[in-house]
C-alpha cells in the first residue's frame, strides 16, 4: 500500500513538475551562452504552429555500490548535454529523502535534439550504467513545455 501512495504521489509530482517547472527559453539558452537561439525560440513561441520545447524528467533510483561512479558519469553527461546545441537545460536533482534517488530535468528544443543527444557518448556514459545493473529503477516522463516562465 505504501509503494502504491509513493508511486502515486511521484506521478502527481512529476505531471506538476512537467506543466509548471519549466524555465523560459531565454534564460536557459542565455545561461548555456546561446543568445541567437533564445531569441529565435522566443519569436517562434509567439506563432501558434511553432514547434514547443521538449523536456524530460527522468526518476531515477541507483544502486547504493554503484553512487560515486553514477555521480562521476552524471556529471560528465549532464555537462556534455548542456554544450548541445539542442539542449536548453540538463539538471540532476538529489532527493533530500533518499540518497541514491535523483531526478533529471531536460529541456530540448525539440524532438530531433533529443534524437541528438541520444547519439552522444555522454548518453552512452549513463545507457551503460544502466545496461550494467547500477540502476535499480528508471521512470521518463516526456513533457512539452506549455507556459514558459519569463
Given at each position: 500500500?505504501?509503494?502504491?501512495?509513493?508511486?502515486?504521489?511521484?506521478?502527481?509530482?512529476?505531471?506538476?513538475?512537467?506543466?509548471?517547472?519549466?524555465?523560459?527559453?531565454?534564460?536557459?539558452?542565455?545561461?548555456?551562452?546561446?543568445k541567437?537561439?533564445?531569441?529565435?525560440?522566443?519569436?517562434?513561441?509567439?506563432?501558434?504552429s511553432?514547434?514547443?520545447?521538449?523536456?524530460?524528467v527522468?526518476?531515477?533510483?541507483?544502486?547504493?555500490?554503484?553512487?560515486?561512479?553514477?555521480?562521476?558519469?552524471?556529471?560528465?553527461?549532464?555537462?556534455?548535454?548542456?554544450?548541445?546545441?539542442?539542449?536548453?537545460?540538463?539538471?540532476?536533482?538529489?532527493?533530500?529523502?533518499?540518497?541514491?534517488?535523483?531526478?533529471?530535468?531536460?529541456?530540448?528544443?525539440?524532438?530531433?535534439?533529443?534524437?541528438?543527444?541520444?547519439?552522444?557518448?555522454?548518453?552512452?556514459?549513463?545507457?551503460?550504467?544502466?545496461?550494467?545493473?547500477?540502476?535499480?529503477?528508471?521512470?521518463?516522463?516526456?513533457?512539452?513545455?506549455?507556459?514558459?516562465?519569463?
Open positions: 500500500m505504501k509503494t502504491a501512495v509513493i508511486r502515486i504521489l511521484s506521478f502527481l509530482f512529476l505531471s506538476n513538475f512537467c506543466a509548471s517547472f519549466t524555465p523560459s527559453l531565454s534564460s536557459a539558452a542565455s545561461s548555456i551562452g546561446n541567437n537561439q533564445a531569441l529565435k525560440m522566443s519569436e517562434t513561441n509567439s506563432n501558434e511553432a514547434t514547443k520545447p521538449f523536456s524530460i527522468v526518476d531515477a533510483k541507483i544502486e547504493p555500490a554503484r553512487r560515486e561512479e553514477f555521480l562521476d558519469l552524471i556529471e560528465k553527461d549532464a555537462v556534455g548535454s548542456r554544450a548541445e546545441a539542442g539542449c536548453l537545460r540538463f539538471d540532476v536533482l538529489e532527493s533530500q529523502d533518499e540518497p541514491n534517488r535523483f531526478f533529471f530535468y531536460e529541456v530540448y528544443t525539440d524532438t530531433d535534439a533529443v534524437a541528438f543527444h541520444k547519439e552522444q557518448p555522454h548518453f552512452a556514459l549513463w545507457t551503460d550504467f544502466k545496461a550494467s545493473g547500477g540502476v535499480v529503477s528508471a521512470t521518463s516522463f516526456k513533457c512539452d513545455g506549455l507556459f514558459m516562465s519569463s
